[in-house]
């Protein structure tokens, strides 16, 4: 990942927390992080438990709620300085009434009232906001894209989310769920898209699943996109040809955003962005010579700066936007 220096001041850092720093919580498929997070965006203690969502929100409610306690303990930071709970999780969910209504990473949690739950086990007024949104939030306050007033965030892991800053505001759509980034058609008749079941979404080709299912049948059974990226780079040819066609469905994904929204700036996040400019470097150029906006041509295409701690460092940031009512303040 990239360092900026708003990510080396978000790391390990151990000073006063400033007045109200925020209990920030990330909810995962496979894992649960809680964090307490200052309003500079410094990170003063950061935990991760497994989700186990099969024993249902109930069971985990309480963990994430118990783990939360724990990184207040561990932080130094007084408990009465813990002024609001931010909360990051996948869609779809209501920010407003802070409810998750059924995410697929949560099979048979539907309907559940995390809000209102946090506010009652914690004792702070709570924010919920779906993750996507929110890691834009924190690559926008507290990291690669600080200072900017339009940026587009990606995140490319086992699937491909996003979210948007216009105008130094987060877009958020009518329902709170817009900003669904990687189901971007690249391409109307492709291959079908795990994630909303059409054909053709960017995340249909360019998310770690699909780039080792594409492995997989270029003959490279068993292989990760890390293994895909390893073996391009020694120039094994069918890697070679998964890895171009990653980057081919990309630059046009990324080309069509930029044609949309004219950002200064896209910051490409989650496991995928961690070969860097292997990756950046030739959708860089692609887009730079397609987009039709004459910004486009120079937008800024750059890794994330705030690596694992995005979840929690943005459910943070959406605490604070939402009580300041910007994400400019
Ligand atoms: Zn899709």
Request: include cysteine; proline fraction near 5%; aromatic fraction near 4%.
């Amino acid at each position: 990942m990239a360092s900026t220096a708003g990510a080396a001041r978000a790391y390990g850092r151990r000073e006063p927390a400033p007045e109200g720093a925020v209990l920030a919580f990330d909810i995962g498929g496979t894992k649960l992080a809680a964090g307490v997070v200052d309003r500079a965006g410094g990170v003063h203690s950061f935990a991760v438990v497994p989700t186990d969502a099969a024993r249902g929100p109930e069971d985990a409610m309480r963990r994430l709620f118990d783990l939360g306690r724990n990184v207040v303990d561990e932080s130094g930071v007084p408990w009465e300085q813990i002024g609001l709970i931010g909360i990051g999780c996948g869609g779809p969910l209501d920010p407003v009434s802070g409810h998750l209504i059924a995410p697929p990473h949560l099979t048979g949690w539907v309907d559940v009232p995390l809000v209102a739950r946090a506010e009652q086990a914690l004792g702070r007024p709570a924010v919920l906001e779906n993750d996507a949104t929110a890691a834009a939030a924190g690559e926008h306050r507290f990291g690669a894209g600080a200072g900017t007033r339009n940026m587009i965030y990606l995140t490319i892991s086992t699937g491909v989310g996003g979210g948007s800053v216009v105008d130094g505001r987060l877009y958020r759509g009518a329902s709170g769920n817009g900003g669904e980034l990687g189901h971007v058609t690249v391409d109307w008749q492709g291959r079908e898209c795990r994630g909303c079941g059409r054909r053709g979404c960017l995340e249909a080709y360019v998310s770690g699943t699909s780039i080792a299912e594409r492995a997989a049948e270029a003959g490279l059974a068993g292989a990760t996109a890390a293994d895909v990226a390893a073996g391009a780079r020694a120039g094994e040819p069918r890697a070679v040809a998964v890895w171009d066609e990653t980057v081919e469905a990309l630059a046009c994904g990324v080309t069509s955003i930029v044609n949309l929204f004219d950002p200064e700036m896209v910051v490409i996040g989650g496991g995928v962005s961690a070969t860097g400019e292997q990756l950046l470097a030739p959708v860089r150029e692609r887009v730079h010579a397609q987009a039709m906006s004459p910004a486009g041509g120079t937008v800024e295409i750059v890794t994330a700066a705030l690596g694992d701690r995005v979840g929690v460092v943005g459910a943070a940031a959406i605490a604070i936007e939402r009580t300041a009512g910007t994400v400019d303040a």
